[in-house]
């Protein structure tokens, strides 16, 4: 998983809660991404950042923060979670150009009662 | 509205029956063409990139190929372990703020 890690792999929580998900990596890459997979989307772009301090929004922001105050850590915080964001979780991480390729997390599965 | 379409969304092989899956697309400034395969329970797993029409990458049983319109991901003599979701993903914008658009993806079984 290209030096990829992300905790928790599975979570379960309850309406209202707040839920911070974990991405780390080891391979110095500039760029780091959050995606959330649900079946009949695919893969959606929650956020992404491009540097330390440094992010943006995706196109299914709504309902999530994230902070990047080290190279390689990037959290996803859900402030008070939702059932609508029962989800797989995934992190990517790409290298300092545009078309480089974004590699892959194993995922977090989040489950919102 | 920029759209990524892939097809069919299921198909089924006997192993050593050669096939393609499709991935159609309509988005402005393509800066390239991705393909992943997926296992359940895990992450995407790169395989190729295209960045022009008329490229084409090969890799084992498999092999992709890009026009202005659509990529075609080919396999040939496929085995059971070639069984995943294969998912098609564009980049596009300009200057840093390129973003993934991903189709649905395309689950492949082989059956021995």
């Known amino acids: 998983d290209a030096g990829i890690t992300q905790s928790p792999r599975h979570k379960v929580t309850e309406t209202g809660t707040p839920v911070t998900l974990r991405c780390h990596q080891t391979e110095n890459h500039r760029y780091m991404y959050w995606y959330r997979q649900d079946p009949g989307h695919g893969l959606r772009l929650i956020h992404y950042s491009y540097g330390v301090k440094d992010t943006d929004k995706g196109e299914v922001s709504d309902g999530y923060s994230v902070s990047r105050s080290k190279t390689e850590d990037f959290l996803l915080t859900l402030e008070s979670a939702t059932s609508s964001q029962t989800s797989v979780y995934f992190c990517a991480i790409s290298s300092g150009r545009l078309t480089d390729t974004q590699y892959f997390g194993p995922g977090t599965r989040l489950t919102v009662l | 509205e920029d759209q990524v379409t892939q097809s069919p969304e299921a198909l089924r092989l006997q192993e050593g029956e050669s096939s393609s899956l499709n991935c159609s697309y309509t988005v402005s400034g393509l800066r390239g063409l991705f393909w992943y395969r997926q296992d359940p329970g895990k992450g995407p797993e790169f395989l190729f990139t295209?960045?022009?029409a008329g490229e084409e990458k090969e890799k084992e049983r498999l092999k992709a190929t890009l026009t202005k319109k659509e990529s075609f991901l080919h396999i040939t003599a496929p085995k059971p372990e070639d069984s995943a979701t294969y998912l098609c993903a564009v980049l596009h914008g300009s200057g840093n703020t390129g973003k993934l658009i991903f189709g649905q993806g395309t689950t492949l079984q082989v059956k021995p």
């Open positions: 295209l960045y022009s």
